[in-house]
């Protein structure tokens, strides 16, 4: 299993089949596992990288809060990238790992060739709304703090994977998952990159915020999943790959 060495903290990876590079990242307490049936279908045709987030499944679990945060997880994409010899790449990721791509796109705009962006939002202009949001980030982690991996919830990402221990849930709950800014909502009307904007046709949380993306990405294409829920991906995974591989197969050949 391969590991990356990001200033003490390890972060796992793994590299399937050659191509055009695209990074998944998975959701919030979910793990790169989620990803096996999207690797399966792009591998033979593109170099699929997935990994795990610090404080997740096989990568490493500091105890250190600082070492959390949504800078550090930008700076973790692009080391991978680095790693794999990507100068570019389609940047996709699921609820938490839409959103890092979003500020991944923010911060280096010039390293993405695509973005792909399923059942996430990009934030919250208001103060309000984002401090409500963080509280329950909060009380997440208060409750991995106090009953450990019991505290996970059912969901179908959640429940195909695996982690050591909650502490890393906790921390990246309190410093990944909750949000310091709106620079990410802030910076949709300046993606270039071509977006793929999609969701679960259940996924009732993120529909309103699918909308918003898709109206202010400028030339993005939207796609709702019938019958699937907030892992699209799981729920119905022949239609979720087909419209990933109708939109890839408009992307301009580099």
Known sequence: MAKLDRDGVKIHYEVHGKGPTILLSHGYSSTSRMWDGQVAALKDRYQVVVWDMRGHGD???????????????????????DTVGAKRAIIAGLSLGGYMSLAFNATHPERVGALMLFD???????????????????????????????????????????????????????????????????????????????????????????DYMAAKIKGSTKAVIPDAGHAANLHQPALFNQAVEAFLAKLPQT
């Open 59 to 81: 990568s490493d679990y500091p105890k250190d809060p600082s070492r959390y945060s949504e800078a550090l997880t930008v700076g973790d994409m692009a080391a991978l990238l």
């Open 120 to 210: 996430t939002g990009p934030g919250f202009k208001k103060d309000e709304a984002r401090a409500k949001w963080n509280e329950t980030a909060h009380q997440r982690a208060a409750r991995f703090d106090a009953e450990g991996l019991a505290a996970l919830n059912s969901s179908d990402e959640v429940k195909i994977v695996r982690h050591r221990d909650a502490s890393g849930l906790a921390g990246a709950a309190r410093r990944m998952l909750a949000q310091q800014n709106d620079r990410v909502i802030q910076s949709l009307d300046k993606v270039a990159a071509p977006t793929l904007v999609l969701v679960g046709a259940n996924d009732t949380n993120f529909l309103a915020a699918t």
